[in-house]
């Protein structure tokens, strides 16, 4: 079971980002999908989050309105769409995958110890 985070980069304020999560081993449908940040200094943090069964979706109140979670089945991803970036958004990014089960409603895809399997991380930079 391994989670791959991609598509992170250096964009000016105000631009936008794809950054994508493609599982090998595994299909995503069976699982609920987390994306995380952490920047430089500070704990990570609860960005976006999609459940298993029903795909209803969760975001932090600092990116409601301009990040999308989604869920492709055929790729096999989980993307994350983000519009309107600011500085503040600068971090690491980590997608993150539950145990089927251990995530069974949205409120709880917030907590961290609700997942089981981590991708690597792909570095956001929004700069001028």
């Known amino acids: 079971v391994q989670l791959q985070a991609s598509g992170g980069g250096i964009v000016q304020p105000g631009g936008s980002l794809r950054l994508s999560c493609a599982a090998s081993g595994f299909t995503l449908d069976y699982y609920a999908i987390g994306w995380f940040r952490q920047a430089p200094g500070k704990e990570r943090e609860f960005v976006a989050g999609?459940?298993?069964?029903?795909?209803?979706?969760a975001y932090a109140n600092s990116v409601k309105g301009r990040f999308t979670i989604t869920k492709d089945s055929a790729e096999n991803t989980v993307t994350l769409q983000m519009n309107s970036l600011k500085a503040e958004d600068t971090a690491v990014y980590y997608c993150?995958?539950?145990?089927?089960?251990?995530?069974?409603?949205?409120?709880?895809?917030?907590?961290?110890?609700?997942?089981?399997?981590w991708g690597q991380g792909t570095q956001v930079t929004v700069s001028s």
């Open positions: 999609i459940t298993r069964k029903d795909g209803v979706t």
């Open positions: 993150a995958a539950d145990q089927p089960g251990r995530i069974t409603i949205i409120q709880q895809v917030y907590h961290m110890d609700r997942y089981d399997y």
